[in-house]
């Protein structure tokens, strides 16, 4: 099968981790971003953020010289076939997406199909609200004095995939979703994705441009509100005693209808998606006027859901004044090194705010901890020495490595011997008596301490 050239715009997690699965998979592909010391990492073979296996495929890629960097976007447009932008769209102050890379792409793709004269596909694989594909096409057509549909070809294909994943959820996706402008585009498109995944290709839905948009963002409000929904459920749980969110979302779970995925309670989720496209879906809908009261719930519980660890500590610790409080995890999910929004921030703050001691260890993001609390709070070099002399520990991210440690040890040299499970990484069947251990979504599990 042919496989077109390719030019991908912005080298975030998404295009990066695109450009290494395509090139790695025989494409021939040219990188291009905005930030020249990004450029720089790439080239040397490091990816400017910690995604498992990335590292390996991206070297394998530049060795194979499949994939090529450049800091001219339009010599990128020149000499490929297809262009995807993949650049970010974050939030503006009144939630709506922020789409002044997308408009900078834009541009100088149309500078570079104005010196083309054969057709190219233009693939928007950011995360765009609807009606803007369109209006995409309508700029490239003012820049170009072309015609789309015609010269150029036009698709929207938002991408799925998880931080931390970003590798497997490329190169082996759930669905591909293609919305085109015309049916060439489309047809190009997946043939594309036909090369990349060969035999084993997930299904493909072929949509309207809109329909693309719109199916990025339900996807993910979908998904938060199902995490809202299980810290719902944990919140009712911790007053009955007896119960346990891990068995009822099993239970719940089991139901096909229901799925036993994006269940796991804890302290609310973060990240640099669900919190920016929950809220631009809201913006939405108060441009069209239609409310959306599913999505404002989910937000509103994620709110409070952090806060409950510092409750938590008050409750067990009184005044949390000169109280020592070890957090463990400080990436918004585990297999990342990313903070953004990450749940640990917002406890972090309020326990500052309370006058506690802070002392944070996490297996990837210090550095960013770094970043955005310099020397406020104390940095730790593993987990054992964060917990030492602690009045207290709270689990804010679920990393394997906290998984396997037991409790025992980690209470061993704390001053109290108290444990807030944000992540319910510890059994609590397992629990020695002499440790106070309380978890998201627990009711208390003897009558004697209701
Ligand atoms: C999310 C979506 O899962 C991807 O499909 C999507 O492509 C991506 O956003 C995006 O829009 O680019 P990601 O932000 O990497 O991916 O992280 P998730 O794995 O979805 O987790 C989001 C948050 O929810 C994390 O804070 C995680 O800890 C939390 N979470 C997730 C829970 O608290 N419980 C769960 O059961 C699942």
Known sequence: ????????????????????????????????????????????????????????????????????????????????????????????????????????????????????????LIVIRSTVPPGTSRRAAKLLEKYTGKVCGRDFGLCMNPEFLREGNAVEDTLYPDRIVIGEYDK??????????????????????????????????????????????????????????????EEVAKGIGMDKRIGPYFLRAGLGWGGSCFPKDLKALLHLGRQLEVRLPLVEATIEINERQPLKAVELAEKLLGDLRGKRVAILGLAFKPGTDDMRNAVSIKIIDKLLERGAYVVAYDPKAMNNARRIFGNKIEYAENAISCVMSADCVIIATEWEEFKKLEPRDLVRHMRNPIIIDGRRVFNPKTIPENIKYVAIGLGSQTEEDP
Request: hydrophobic letters at 40%.
């Open 1 to 120: 099968m042919h496989k077109p050239s390719i030019s991908i715009f912005g080298l975030g997690y998404v295009g990066l981790t695109l450009a290494v699965g395509l090139a790695t998979r025989g494409f021939k592909v040219t990188g291009y971003d905005i930030d020249k010391e990004k450029l720089e990492y790439i080239a040397r073979g490091e990816p400017p953020f910690y995604e498992p296996g990335l590292g390996e495929l991206l070297q394998k890629a530049l060795s194979e010289k499949n994939l090529a960097l450049t800091t001219d976007p339009i010599k990128a447009v020149v000499e490929t076939d297809v262009t995807f932008i993949t650049v970010g769209t974050p939030e503006n102050p009144d939630g709506s997406a922020d789409l002044t890379y997308l408009l900078k792409a834009l541009e100088d793709i149309g500078r570079g199909l104005l010196l083309k004269s054969s057709w190219h």
């Open 184 to 245: 060439r585009s489309g047809d190009v498109l997946e043939n594309l994705y036909r090369a990349l995944h060969g035999e084993n290709s997930p299904p493909i839905l072929r949509t309207s441009l809109e329909n693309a948009e719109l199916i990025k963002y339900a996807n993910n409000a979908f998904l938060a509100m199902k995490v809202s929904f299980i810290n719902m459920i944990a919140n009712l749980c911790e007053k009955i005693p007896g119960a346990d969110v």
